[in-house]
DNA sequence: GCGTACATGTAATGTGTTACATGATTTA
DNA sequence: TAAATCATGTAACACATTACATGTACGC
């Protein structure tokens, strides 16, 4: 029940429509949630029906329309009982690491090209979130702007997304060297 | 639908029975991957109506008797067709860090204290993981191992796990610093 | 006798994912 | 005119979580 908080953490950002909210959880590991979009539709209606967010009709010219949300003040209560309630651990899901954890007994070149695959990918992710951190704390330096910032948490749940994406990607890339210097001096036993 | 592949991927470390595996998926992380006892429970048993893997009967003296799994042939496969399928992009949901996004509108005092108590437990399986790689390597170190060893497929996921526990616990201090230095010394205006 | 660890499940509920459906407007 | 982006939803299905249920055996 806490992909409602997710959503309203991210609406603290600011106004954003259904649509928006889908490219904010696309690249969404930055706030460390994920979510698909007919999620968040369903849910920005729920939080409407419940008084949490506030829906508002903005008329575009050249595009349909939208609705945007705010969070009420109810929703802010809502988010301070969550942020006061014990925290649930982690939950991490990967593929690719139990694919790896299971090497041993597979072919290992089609792994070895999804972890240079992930590798890029966290590589575009922690250029993005480097860009936004430069963009949030302007022209202060990392401490200074921590120190008197006003509005630090999206600057710090975004450094967690760039310790993230920085590890992703070196160990996609370390794991990839290791079992490509394997296949090319198999110097053990061949299993199978 | 990978679960499955989850439980295959930790059997070929070895026999093991439901209530093993829950223990392996509390730890959890090691492999990326985090269920629930009763998932694995109920994922054993349509695994072995799949013929994916074969069940065996313990008896054991002074306690309850268990069956104990491994995979078979036709699992192997199974694994060998999950690994070459393009892999789906890592799924991540954390309160923790959805709660620090917010934390500009939050009293941060309970906060900081979740924040401490989850870099204790990242530091606490960080420290169990590492125990784990000496285990794995033996006495060789770790670029022998990595070039030489037969089985090291388990050892590269517990780096990962390593990665992403080191990093929490870093990023949970830093953080709890920043927002505890910000509440001794609030330079700032006062919001709400 | 009580709590803890071992050991395994069923059933109900809640959440998330996938497929389908629609439609405007912009760029190639 | 075809594809891409913007924009929002419904419905069916798959999956995960929670509560409940049961029972052995060990140590305190």
Redesign the pocket.
């Known amino acids: 029940?806490?992909?409602r908080h997710a959503v309203l953490a991210a609406l603290l950002d600011g106004e954003h429509?259904?649509?928006?909210?889908?490219?904010l959880f696309d690249v969404g590991v930055s706030n460390f949630w994920?979510?698909?979009?007919?999620?968040l539709?369903?849910?920005?209606?729920k939080l409407e029906a419940d008084g949490l967010v506030a829906g508002r009709e903005?008329v575009?010219?050249?595009?349909?329309?939208?609705?945007?949300f705010t969070v009420t003040e109810a929703g802010v209560a809502e988010l301070a009982a969550f942020a006061a309630a014990p925290a649930?651990p982690l939950?991490i899901?990967d593929d690719l690491v139990v694919k790896v954890h299971a090497v041993d007994v597979l072919d290992p070149a089609p792994l070895i090209a999804q972890l240079l695959e992930r590798a890029e990918q966290a590589a575009a992710k922690l250029a993005l979130f480097e860009k936004m951190l430069k963009r949030l704390r302007g022209d202060r330096d990392e401490g200074a702007f921590l120190r008197e910032g006003e509005r630090i948490g999206p600057y710090l749940s975004c450094l967690a997304g760039c310790r993230l994406e920085r590890e992703m990607r070196d160990w996609c890339l370390s794991t990839a060297r290791t079992l490509g210097e394997r296949s090319a001096h198999p110097g053990r036993t061949t299993r199978s």
């Open positions: 029940m806490s992909l429509s259904g649509y928006q909210l889908t490219k994920y979510a698909a979009p007919q999620q539709y369903a849910e920005l209606t903005v575009q010219q050249g595009r349909p329309n939208k609705r945007v649930k939950l899901r």
